[in-house]
């Protein structure tokens, strides 16, 4: 029997949904090794190597997004029984998942980040490039660095808070989840309290993380937004300020008639970022500033933007109707048109500089399980020849697939082998089985996308011929765009699996297998 052990419930802890298939519950009465993963595809690695002698649950249930999903009670008792965690992270799963295993986890169980810890195994990486083709700038929030000079580390918190908005009409700054309800960071609309430390206008991101959101604006003219940035080490410790800027958005007038700012850098295209920079303090820089990349070309072409000298634009292209949701009456009446710099990208969605979704190449997933097969036989020495017995021949397995995959895919013609669909986690597969990668954008999942929007879409299916395009799932009654657009050019819908199993695909092989052959039959014929 193992000892008591205490529950600490993370601030975000929810209720959470309920997946496909029931989770096992660890408990201190099994003697089997206690096993926590985040997710249903690390489960089933960590079930095929530790077998017998380990039992094995997920926090993300299937069926559930790991980029959104909030632990329940449950979800936490799980860790608390736990003898060893595996994370994929690389941002892939919601920060309150992380937080209740960091938490939660016994002092001295092994905690285990896969997809970091895996290129110590020969997995490959892949930065995450976003290049969206936006009529106008993307403009999302980013945190560089990982502040492990103040102590951070992953479980920790950078406050981002509005504290000032000067301008003709209410600035708002939202993103809209994978069911089209909209989180609100900031809305000037109601004011900025300063009593309750500006909690209603407050964006928190962890360490080395970037997310998209939509920026509305109900009225043309100059706005000016002051933010003020601090990092909340551990809920307990009193916040480290990292300090203050005001950052300027001309809505729908000429940019370089702002008053005071005629010499200043205009940013009206590719993709930028309010950045708080956690080790800039250290080496004596302002912490706030503008991260800008005009091309869509990652780090190489990213260069920083002083606030006090840059405009943001926000042209009369970017004008918008709010949505007649319910939802959405913080931005107006139904109907009523704004300015809106868009989210671009479903869901919630807040990632780091690499693409985190490994799996979808087979030999990154071969990684994963040396290194699963590594530390089991380090919590449990005992079991190591069955651990090294049942690694081998699940490597075995996984080689096999590996080829099966690449074999069907090589049977679509390389014009024809063009993935569109709306979700980005399928990069390590385009790299690793030489399919081109292209994806569409609309403004956000609870809006009609505009004409351009669907205007590209349609030009993009024409141009490559392709025959399908595909959709996760549980995506499907959440992607109307690209089905309706799909139905007027004849174009099959077709399934595919990114990040999470359901009751037709249960385990890994299932699911690599499925995606290869849902591409051979929807795009070979």
């Given amino acids: 029997m193992r000892g008591v052990r205490w529950l600490v419930l993370p601030v975000l802890l929810v209720v959470g949904l309920s997946g496909c298939v029931d989770a096992e519950v660890l408990s201190d009465r099994d003697e089997r090794l206690q096993v926590v993963t985040t997710t249903g595809i690390l489960r089933d690695l960590v079930r095929n190597v530790g077998g ?32 060893v965690a595996f994370s994929n992270y690389l941002l892939l799963e919601e920060q309150a998942v992380i937080k209740a295993l960091d938490a939660n986890l016994r002092t001295g169980v092994p905690n285990v980040s ?8 020969a997995a490959e990486i892949i930065p995450l490039v976003e290049d969206m083709a936006l009529d106008t700038i993307w403009l999302g929030m980013r945190v560089r660095g990982s502040g492990a ?18 301008g003709p009409g209410v600035l708002a700054a939202y993103l809209t989840g994978s069911f089209g309800n909209p989180t609100v ?19 928190t991101l962890p360490p080395d993380a970037h997310t998209h959101m939509s920026w509305a604006f109900t009225e043309p ?34 940019p370089h008639g702002v008053p005071g700012m005629a010499d200043a850098a205009v940013l009206r295209g590719g993709h930028a970022d309010v950045t708080v920079d956690l080790d800039a303090v250290a080496r004596g820089k302002p912490a706030l500033y503008l991260l800008a990349d005009p091309h869509g070309g990652g780090d190489a072409h990213q260069r920083v933007h002083d606030p006090i000298h840059t405009v943001v634009e926000v042209p009369n292209k ?26 671009a990208v479903l869901g919630k969605h807040v990632h ?24 089991l036989t380090a919590a449990d020495p005992t079991g190591a020849v069955e651990y090294r017995r049942n690694a081998t021949a699940y490597i075995a397995e996984l080689e096999a697939l590996d080829r099966e995959v690449r074999d069907t895919i090589a049977q679509i013609s390389p014009a024809r082998r063009h993935l569109i669909t709306t979700h980005d986690a399928f990069g390590y597969l385009g790299a690793a089985y030489d399919v081109q990668i292209s994806g569409f954008v609309t403004p956000h999942p609870a809006a009609e996308p505009s004409l351009a929007d669907r205007r590209r879409l349609t030009e993009t299916i024409r141009n490559l011929r392709v025959p399908a395009v595909f959709l996760e799932p549980g995506l499907r009654s ?46 070979a014929r």
């Fill in 185 to 203: 960071y900031l809305n000037s609309a109601d004011g900025f309290d300063p009593a309750t430390g500006y909690r209603d206008d407050t964006a």
């Fill in 352 to 375: 780091g500089e690499i693409d985190p979704h490994l799996w979808q190449n087979v030999r990154n997933a071969i990684s994963y399980v040396e290194l699963i097969r590594d530390t």
């Fill in 52 to 83: 017998d002698r380990v039992a094995v649950g997920s926090l993300v249930p299937d069926g559930a997004d790991p980029h959104a999903y909030e632990p329940s009670l449950r979800d936490v008792r799980n860790v608390v029984y736990a003898d």
């Fill in 318 to 343: 970017a004008l918008a109707e709010v949505p007649a949701d319910r939802d959405f009456r913080f931005l107006g009446r139904p109907g009523t048109r704004i300015h809106q710099l868009p989210q």
């Fill in 149 to 166: 000079s103040h102590g951070a580390n992953r479980a920790s918190d950078v406050l981002l808070r509005a504290t000032n908005v000067t």
């Fill in 478 to 523: 959440r992607s109307s765009t690209l089905t309706e657009v799909a139905d007027a050019l004849d174009v099959r819908v077709c399934d595919i699996y990114g990040d999470a199993f359901d009751d037709r695909v249960t385990n890994y092989v299932q699911m690599m297998r499925f995606n290869a052959r849902s591409l051979r039959d929807c795009l």
């Fill in 221 to 254: 003219g100059v706005y000016r937004l002051t933010l003020s940035a601090q990092l909340a080490v551990t809920p307990e410790a009193r916040p480290v300020p990292l300090g203050e800027q005001t950052f300027t958005f001309a809505v729908g007038v000429d």
């Fill in 114 to 121: 896969l997809a970091e810890g895996a290129v110590k195994y």
